[in-house]
């Protein structure tokens, strides 16, 4: 099943994160696009939370066409993480763009958070979330 999200954010060259969801039975790919800042990011906190469900096994988030991610977008991603791990979901964050890698980089991946360099290897090995390393 195919989805898509919008949150509505500032209004600047991408006003809004979209998300389009991908679910297979032994994983879920939700590709974030446009700006992941202290506008959008409640509502993206909602749809990831929806998103979440035991059992569901990987969780993974393309973020290949996020744009822009502050401290409020790290925050819905490390809560996010958070309630995954609660679930025994393994989320992972795929193929961040230089600027949001270099901002996990200095945040989220001090907490745990796997980041891979594309979501085909985010998808490889699926490992309980307690084995996963802080990167890869």
């Not at 990011?41 to 979440?52: H, I, K, Q, T």
């Not at 096994?57 to 309630?83: E, K, Q």
């Not at 393994?90 to 989220?108: E, F, H, N, Q, T």
């Amino acid at each position: 099943m195919n989805t898509s999200y919008t949150s509505e954010g500032h209004t600047g060259t991408h006003p809004q994160v979209v998300v389009s969801v991908v679910r297979r039975p032994m994983f879920t790919v939700a590709a974030l696009q446009g700006d992941l800042d202290m506008l959008t990011a409640p509502a993206l906190r909602d749809r990831l939370l929806d998103l979440l469900y035991p059992g569901q096994g990987i969780l993974v988030l393309d973020l290949s066409h996020l744009w822009f991610c502050d401290a409020a977008g790290i925050s819905v991603l490390i809560g996010a993480w958070h309630r995954a791990l609660a679930l025994g979901v393994s989320m992972r964050l795929a193929a961040p763009r230089s600027y949001v890698a270099k901002i996990l980089g200095d945040a989220a991946l001090g907490h745990g958070l796997a980041t891979y360099p594309t979501v085909a290897r985010a998808l490889r090995r699926p490992v309980p979330p307690a084995l996963e390393p802080a990167a890869v």
